[in-house]
């Protein structure tokens, strides 16, 4: 069974959402708002979001039901979003390395993908925030709305029940690792393009060729005989 539940305003979703813990639960448990005022990011970062013009969201689903490796399913999970996004606007969106959605060449959702153990069982909590209706992002060049790269406008409730209803089905059945990986792969934000990368604060052009199933990024540089293989913040792609 899959439940959703709005709260007007939360510190975190991914906290509220840990609470939803049901060892014996079936599919996914979710929670969102409109004003979260405690959210995280990866690595330490926070999430802000302007309240009642973007969504931020939660699942919890026990680990037991994922058919993926931890890295595949983090992926995945980018993927399935990335797939309802470009259902609603009929636009072509794109997965950053490792899993941020690019809408018409700007962020409109960061993914934060955690673990934990409440009573010897394992979970996965998946929280996102998405960029729905915010117009104005001031210093940070690299982000966008749906609204400012498509000129849409949705009602936030019906988005985020549309968006839990897309995760509750897609989250039944599991592709194979192989597959999953192919998939992501062909979604793979600046894939098979010349890009500028930043390494060790270094300038560096580039061409993602591809992401291995340990979830390291695959860039043949320039001036490289071999291809290289970067983890999370060893590399830095500029666009």
Known sequence: MNSLLYLPSVGSTNDIVSELANPNATGISSVYTFDQTKGRGQYGNTW??????NIAYSFILPTKLVRLSPN???FYTALLLRDFIVKITDKEAKVKWPNDIILQNKKI???LIEKITVEHVDYYIAGFGVNVLQDNFEEITKAGSIK??????FDLHQFAEGMHNHFSEQLVQFPSDE???TRYNEALFRKDQISVFEINNIRQNGII???DKDGYLNVELENEDEMKKFF???ITLLY
Request: glycine share 8%; proline share 4%.
């Open 48 to 53: 802000k979001i302007p309240k009642d013009k």
């Open 209 to 211: 060729r591809y992401v």
């Open 148 to 153: 400012t790269q498509t000129g849409l406008s």
């Open 232 to 234: 999370h913040k060893e």
């Open 109 to 111: 959702v960061g993914i």
């Open 72 to 74: 595949l399913f983090n």
């Open 179 to 181: 597959e999953a990986l």
